[in-house]
């Protein structure tokens, strides 16, 4: 099982910025890439941005696609997400998930961090 560690959420005011980590550590040999989701109230769990840990592949959903980036620190087993220009729809629990793959389906993500909130003021 792969234990994921996240940090970086807050209150921002529309159109600053956040940055999110989130660290891997125990059986993550099966672990080909790490994923950030994210769940709004009243609302169902959404694909927010997912890399490979060789870096060489990421995903955006196209709401977050010219906003947000990934970056990583394969020697820390963490991935970034820097959150730029946010907006209050962004506001969510967001969540970083373990996967075998870069993918948009929750399916493909074996392991799940804690959750925090992110919250962006109008």
Known sequence: QVQLVESGGGLVQAGGSLRRSCAASGRTFSTY???WFRQ???KEREFVAAIHWSGGFTLYT???KNRFAL????A???VYLQMNSL???DTA???CAAGNQVSRLS???GSWGQGTQVTVSS
Request: aromatic share 12%.
């Open 33 to 35: 890439c790490l994923g």
């Open 71 to 74: 970056s990583r620190d394969n």
């Open 107 to 109: 399916i493909n993500y």
């Open 93 to 95: 629990i967001y969540y």
């Open 76 to 78: 820390k087993n963490t």
């Open 40 to 42: 709004a109230p009243g």
């Open 62 to 64: 196209n709401s977050v």
């Open 87 to 89: 907006k209050p729809e």
